[in-house]
């Protein structure tokens, strides 16, 4: 099976500049999620999806980020426009009922 | 927002130490679960406990939901370098909501 995919795996960008993520979810699973993680932290939570709705997006930053999932399958995220504090790992995550399968992530460097 | 803490945040020992991890909240969890990351790599999933005072048991990891479902704990015995990697608690809550905690970072000296 397939699991997420996330795109690109790297990315380097000065402050101000705009960032797009992308993530393509397992086959099947209606939930998905994007959570940032800073060094040294946990996972938090940006945004939750079900299906092409969103569930909870309460602790993401409107006022710079913003992220669809466009017939309920793959998603994006961006960023516009990127401050230092946005450097981190963006990790996107479908689930199963209660069981989530993370991608690898996108690590930001913003400079 | 549920408020996971967990103890300690970092963990250094020899292979063949046993050690425990802990995870601790002020709130009632429906269900929690325990995932293992490791360097350039997402959060996998080890276990899920859903029912308070459950214990449950992946080769060396023992995996306990407190009796009030506010707290579990992880236990290796026998640690080995393979067990390295950052240790994340996860509460799950309202509709596939999941929080994590800011995790263990443990390694596993040779």
């Known amino acids: 099976e397939a699991g997420v995919a996330q795109s690109p795996r790297y990315k380097i960008i000065e402050k101000r500049q705009s960032v797009a993520f992308w993530c393509n979810p397992i086959?099947?699973?209606?939930?998905l999620y994007w959570y940032q993680q800073i060094l040294g932290q946990g996972p938090k939570l940006l945004i939750q999806f079900q299906n092409n709705g969103v569930v909870d997006d309460s602790q993401l930053p409107k006022d710079r980020f913003s992220a669809e999932r466009l017939k309920g399958v793959d998603s994006t995220l961006k960023i516009q426009p990127a401050k230092l504090e946005d450097s981190a790992v963006y990790l996107c995550a479908s689930a199963d009922r209660e069981k989530l399968f993370f991608g690898s992530g996108t690590q930001l460097s913003v400079l | 927002t549920q408020l996971l803490e967990q103890s300690p945040q970092f963990l250094s020992i020899q292979e063949g130490e046993n050690l425990t991890v802990y995870c601790n909240s002020s709130s009632v969890f429906s269900s929690l679960q325990w995932y293992r990351q490791e360097p350039g790599e997402g959060p996998v999933l080890l276990v899920t406990v859903v029912t308070g005072g459950e214990v449950k048991k992946l080769k060396r990891l023992t995996f306990q939901f407190g009796d009030a479902r506010k707290d579990s704990s992880l236990h290796i015995t026998a640690a080995q370098p393979g067990d390295t990697g950052l240790y994340l608690c996860a509460a799950l809550w309202g509709y596939q909501k999941v929080t994590f905690g800011i995790g263990t970072k443990l390694q596993v000296i040779p």
């Open positions: 086959s099947g699973h209606a939930t």
